[in-house]
């Protein structure tokens, strides 16, 4: 992808996913993931568990980057080993997380999993918003609109991956917060997110999801015996954008393994299409029985009268 | 409307006649002071600075909602208990204007108010769930996210609750004497309900699809692509089990208010409503079953969730289906009326279940949602403010009996 078209794209980006699809895309992302590839040249970034030293850098990189507050020094960030002791989410003011789970191959070794929004293919969070405030966007990143939204907090329960969060404590303007997969930085050439620039060990992996799944793939097979043979994320509720290595079984390390491969917005679809047919066929029943109701009502009041006019004549 | 005067030549101004159920002021604010009152009074006088509390310091503070958990009883109870319970008027308005079920048509007022109220009610306790509560206009006005249920659920309150407004107006009018209104808004009678009828298929399926979005949170037992049709059909016996229920309770309170009482006319309509909330109890009963054969999620039966669905399921719909049955066969009509209400319990236990209960069920208990004091206190403010407003035009308009000026609606 040129220079030129991502800049129009992050430009159009506000208008919504309608209009960039008409610059080219060649598959629309409300579609069913099964069937469609969605924005094949979106980015992914691939994390490798079994390369993750705890260190938390990239936690301080995303607070310094998005400027989100209670943030610490540096150092403290890599000292501070006491915060493995609970397993962590994301807050209002954490975008991501890095949690420590046993290893059951090698106890020495812990693993540690760096947690944030998976900027799905076909979002649920996307789908549940009533005012359209989150928008796949064509790069992956999965955005939130604070100036639209009006706080019912439907995203939060309709994440698979529980990921976005609120900010309770804000009276008056709360929002919801996730990762922004750092669009801005992405949408420009060369852009990589925060997190990712920020890990001393390269445990992730910034580029194309497509190459990323292969890549995933590769790893599998070069490494007999390192990973279990599962990408996490190629297919998960239609496939993420973030893709996950593991050593072990994904349940063991707090993944949801349970979630299936179909895409959220799928679910109420069926539902959704039965709104149309409610408003034509309801009323035209409704119109119908009414009439008979009057036609009924009128033949029994005609006859009460003929009766009555039978009855006088005698 | 009882016109108690104070003396035999006193002449209510329009003021006293419609504000202060035609009494000088003086004597209307003595005969306010009822036990009833004072209950009040005190709710009133802790509600009303949690609801001021929960607008000036926020979410955090007044509920106990989280990252994990982002709706409690302000959504569980208030929103989806509100509505499902406010079916009446939708289902009283079928059965009366387009099914011409003449003999339960002095109940079409009352449940119309009831149904407005409700509605009206849930929307306001939805307000202080929202954290931007300022921008309730938002999905109507300024971006539309047709995708989401939600989207459908908005749309669809707003519209039926004007709908409700257009179904109870000819009351109004008539309160204030206005005859050529009042005929026209009868006329939008026959209209309003067919509309109605549509969003209210819709809305109350489609507060119940909010939750298809959520099959990993979600119990089994509690989650099928059956959802629409059972928050639909229990609606339904939401509302005529609210119906049966308000109106004793009305033709008790507000006795006075009605000419020609018949307690056995009243009787025989219970019995009616009685034998249709057990038939719409068997139905849904077999929809949750076969939701439960749909989904394979026998095994679920024999684990905590499972004992606790099957209180749900047997305890509150099969066996008040049976008992009603029986009760309307035997024409026991106080038996209707008390099982009335553990439908309506039953009702409230499965919207409970549903967006509580059995939400978030895989979180640790540490984890999981209790309802914050305040939370239950703001619920129990709306609820009264609601009962309030309810009390105040029962008091002023021809709810519960004709007006003697006006001719009987026709259309």
């Given at each position: 992808m040129?220079?030129?078209r991502?800049?129009?794209?992050?430009v159009?980006?506000g208008a919504?996913m309608?209009?960039?699809?008409g610059?080219?895309?060649?598959?629309?992302a409300?579609a069913?993931?099964?069937a469609?590839?969605g924005?094949?040249?979106q980015?992914?970034?691939?994390?490798?568990?079994?390369?993750c030293?705890?260190c938390?850098?990239?936690?301080w990189a995303?607070k310094e980057?998005?400027k989100?507050?209670?943030e610490?020094s540096l150092?403290?960030y890599e000292k501070?080993?006491?915060v493995?002791a609970?397993?962590r989410?994301?807050?209002a003011?954490?975008?991501?997380v890095?949690?420590?789970?046993p290893?059951p191959?090698?106890?020495?070794?812990?693993?540690?999993v760096?947690?944030?929004c998976?900027h799905?293919?076909?979002?649920?969070c996307?789908?549940s918003?009533f005012?359209k405030?989150?928008?796949?966007?064509p790069?992956?990143?999965?955005?939130?609109d604070?100036?639209?939204?009006?706080?019912?907090?439907?995203c939060?329960?309709?994440c698979?991956?529980?990921?976005p969060?609120?900010?309770?404590?804000?009276a008056?303007?709360?929002q919801?917060t996730?990762?922004t997969f750092?669009f801005d930085?992405i949408s420009?050439?060369?852009?990589v997110?925060?997190c990712v620039?920020?890990c001393p060990?390269e445990?992730m992996?910034f580029?194309?999801?497509?190459?990323l799944?292969d890549?995933?793939?590769k790893k599998?097979?070069?490494?007999?015996?390192?990973?279990v043979n599962?990408?996490?994320?190629?297919r998960?509720?239609?496939?993420?954008?973030?893709l996950?290595?593991?050593?072990?079984?994904?349940?063991?390390?707090g993944f949801?393994?349970?979630?299936?491969?179909?895409?959220i917005p799928?679910?109420s679809k069926?539902?959704?299409s039965?709104v149309?047919?409610?408003?034509?066929?309801i009323p035209a029943l409704?119109?119908?029985?009414?009439?008979?109701?009057?036609?009924?009502?009128?033949?029994?009041e005609?006859e009460?009268k003929?009766?009555l006019e039978?009855?006088?004549?005698? | 409307?009882?016109a108690?005067t104070?003396?035999?030549?006193?002449k209510?101004?329009w003021?006293?006649?419609k504000?202060?159920?035609?009494?000088?002021?003086?004597?209307y604010l003595r005969s306010?002071y009822?036990?009833?009152?004072a209950?009040?009074?005190?709710?009133l006088?802790?509600g009303?600075?949690?609801i001021?509390y929960?607008?000036?310091y926020g979410?955090?503070p007044?509920t106990?909602?989280?990252?994990n958990?982002?709706?409690?009883?302000?959504?569980?109870?208030?929103m989806?208990?509100?509505?499902?319970?406010a079916a009446g008027?939708f289902?009283i308005?079928t059965a009366v204007h387009?099914?011409?079920?003449?003999e339960?048509?002095?109940?079409?007022?009352?449940?119309?108010?009831?149904?407005f109220?409700?509605y009206?009610?849930?929307?306001?306790?939805?307000?202080?769930?929202?954290?931007r509560y300022?921008?309730?206009p938002?999905?109507m006005v300024?971006?539309?996210g047709?995708?989401?249920?939600?989207?459908l659920?908005?749309?669809?309150v707003?519209l039926?609750?004007t709908?409700?407004?257009?179904?109870?107006?000819?009351a109004?009018?008539e309160?204030?004497n206005?005859t050529?209104?009042r005929?026209i808004?009868?006329?939008?009678?026959?209209g309003?309900t067919?509309?109605?009828?549509c969003l209210?298929m819709l809305?109350?399926s489609a507060?119940?699809?909010?939750?298809?979005?959520?099959?990993?949170k979600l119990?089994?037992?509690?989650y099928s692509?059956?959802?629409?049709?059972w928050?639909f059909m229990s609606a339904?016996?939401?509302?005529?089990?609210?119906?049966?229920?308000?109106?004793m309770a009305?033709?008790?309170?507000?006795?006075h208010q009605?000419?020609?009482h018949?307690?056995?006319?009243?009787?025989r309509?219970t019995?009616?409503l009685?034998?249709?909330?057990?038939?719409?109890l068997?139905?849904?009963?077999?929809m949750?079953?076969?939701?439960?054969?749909?989904?394979n999620n026998?095994?679920?039966l024999d684990?905590a969730?499972?004992?606790?669905?099957?209180?749900e399921?047997?305890?509150?719909?099969?066996?008040?289906a049976m008992a009603?049955?029986?009760?309307?066969?035997?024409?026991?009509?106080r038996?209707?009326r008390g099982w009335a209400v553990?439908a309506?319990i039953?009702?409230?236990?499965n919207r409970?279940n549903?967006s509580i209960i059995?939400?978030?069920w895989?979180?640790?208990?540490?984890d999981r949602y209790v309802p914050?004091w305040?939370?239950v206190?703001l619920?129990?403010?709306?609820?009264t403010?609601?009962?309030?407003?309810?009390r105040?035009i029962m008091?002023?308009?021809p709810?519960?009996?004709?007006h003697?000026?006006?001719?009987p609606?026709?259309?």
């Open positions: 040129d220079a030129d991502r800049a129009f794209l992050k159009l980006a919504g309608a209009t960039a699809l610059v080219g895309m060649p598959a629309s409300s069913d993931g099964d469609l590839p924005y094949p040249d980015f992914g970034v691939l994390v490798d568990t079994t390369v030293i705890g938390r850098r990239c936690e995303c980057t998005n989100l507050p209670n610490k150092r403290e501070d080993q006491a493995f609970k397993l989410r994301t807050h003011d954490t975008f991501t890095v949690n420590r789970f290893n191959r090698d106890a020495s070794k812990p693993i540690y760096k947690k944030q998976m799905c293919y076909e979002p649920g996307a789908s918003c005012v405030a989150f928008t796949k966007q790069v992956g990143a999965v955005t939130y604070a100036s639209l939204c009006v706080g019912c907090r439907y939060m329960a309709a698979p991956f529980d990921m969060a609120y900010q309770y404590y804000d008056f303007t709360p919801v996730k990762c750092c930085r420009k050439e060369g852009g997110p925060a620039t920020m060990v445990t992996t580029g194309k999801r497509t190459d799944i890549l995933g793939h599998i097979r070069d490494n007999p015996g390192r990973y599962h990408v996490y994320g190629e998960e509720v239609g496939g993420t954008s973030w996950y290595l593991s050593s072990v079984p994904f349940n063991t390390i949801r393994t349970d979630l299936g491969t179909v895409p799928t679910l069926p539902f959704l039965l149309s047919p409610v408003f034509i066929v409704a119109m119908g029985f009414y009439s008979f109701k009057k036609r009924r009502d009128k033949l029994a005609e009460i003929k009766a039978k009855k006088e004549g005698k | 409307m009882d108690i104070a003396t035999p030549d006193f209510p101004t003021v006293q006649e504000l202060f159920l035609g009494m000088p002021f003086k004597e306010n009822t036990l009833f009152n209950v009040v009074a005190f709710i006088a802790i009303i600075p949690v001021l929960r607008l000036i979410l955090g007044s106990n909602l989280s990252d958990n982002p709706w409690g009883i302000w959504i569980g109870f208030d989806l208990c509100g509505v499902a319970l008027g289902v308005g387009l099914l011409g079920m003449k339960y048509s002095f109940l079409f007022r009352p449940a119309v108010l009831t149904g109220l409700g009206l009610f849930a929307i306001i306790a939805l307000t202080f769930d929202l954290g300022y921008r309730i938002y999905p300024v971006s539309w047709v995708n989401s249920v939600l989207f659920v908005a749309w669809h707003a039926y609750l709908c409700q407004f257009v179904e109870w107006c000819p109004i009018w309160w204030l206005l050529k209104l005929r808004f009868v006329k939008a009678t026959l309003a067919i509309f109605g009828v209210s809305h109350q507060l119940g699809s909010i939750f298809l979005l959520m099959p990993e119990h089994p037992l509690w692509e059956y959802i629409p049709l928050f339904i016996v939401g509302g005529i089990a609210m119906t049966i229920i308000e109106s009305s033709h008790r309170l507000f006795a009605i000419k020609n018949d307690p056995e006319h009243l009787n309509v019995l009616g009685g034998k249709a909330a057990s038939v719409t068997f139905a849904y009963f077999f949750k079953v076969i939701g439960l054969a749909h989904g026998w095994h679920y684990t969730y499972g004992y606790w669905y099957l209180v399921v047997i305890g509150f719909v099969f066996i008040p009603l049955m029986y009760a309307v066969q035997n024409n026991r009509v038996m209707v553990v309506v039953g009702i409230i236990l409970l549903q059995a939400f978030n895989h979180l640790d208990w540490a914050h305040m939370e206190v619920t129990v403010t709306i609820v403010i609601g009962i309030l407003t309810f105040w008091n002023r308009m709810i519960l009996y004709d003697p000026d006006f001719e609606e026709e259309h």
